[in-house]
C-alpha cells in the first residue's frame, strides 16, 4: 500500500515541537475543520507527517509518523470529530520556512500556500522529499 504525506499546522503555543519531542506520542486533537478532519481520517499507520509551527514561528520543523489512525476526538464535545496518534520521529536540521517554502518553485502548488487556514493537509511526495532536502535531510 502506497504512503501518503501529510503536513500538520500547530501554534507553537498551544503545543511546540519541543513538547512534542519529549512527549514523543500525542494525539492529535481538536481539529474543527470538516476537510482537516478527513484528512485525518485518510491518515494510515506509518504515514509520514511534517510538524510546521504556525503564526510566530512559521516553519516546518519536523518529522512524526501516524502511530495510530483515526478514532473519536475525546475533547468534542459535540459532533463527529477524529484524532489521530502522532509519533515524533526527528527535527529537521534547519527549519524550513514559509519565505523558503514561498520561494521555491518546486513546492509553487504546495497546500499550504494554496490553503493557508487548513490545519492538517495531504502533500505530494515530492514536496515531502523537497521538504526534508530543505531542511537537511
Not at 478532519?37 to 494510515?44: E, F, H, I, K, P
Not at 473519536?72 to 527549519?95: I, M, N
Not at 495531504?122 to 530543505?134: C, H, N, V, W
Amino acid at each position: 500500500m502506497a504512503k501518503n504525506y501529510w503536513l500538520a499546522k500547530q501554534e507553537p503555543e498551544a503545543y511546540a515541537w519541543e513538547t512534542f519531542l519529549k512527549d514523543r506520542v500525542t494525539s492529535w486533537e481538536g481539529v474543527r475543520n470538516f476537510q482537516a478532519r478527513n484528512n485525518l481520517r485518510a491518515m494510515r499507520k506509518g504515514d509520514p507527517v511534517l510538524f510546521y509551527a504556525s503564526v510566530t514561528t512559521k516553519a516546518v520543523l519536523g518529522v512524526a509518523e501516524v502511530e495510530r489512525e483515526a478514532f473519536p476526538d475525546a475533547s468534542a464535545d459535540e459532533g463527529d470529530w477524529s484524532t489521530v496518534e502522532l509519533r515524533a520521529v526527528r527535527s529537521l536540521r534547519k527549519p524550513v520556512s514559509l519565505e523558503q517554502i514561498k520561494g521555491d518553485p518546486q513546492l509553487a502548488e504546495i497546500a499550504l500556500l494554496r490553503q493557508s487556514r487548513l490545519s492538517v493537509m495531504p502533500l505530494r511526495k515530492a514536496e515531502y522529499e523537497r521538504i526534508l532536502a530543505l531542511g537537511g535531510l
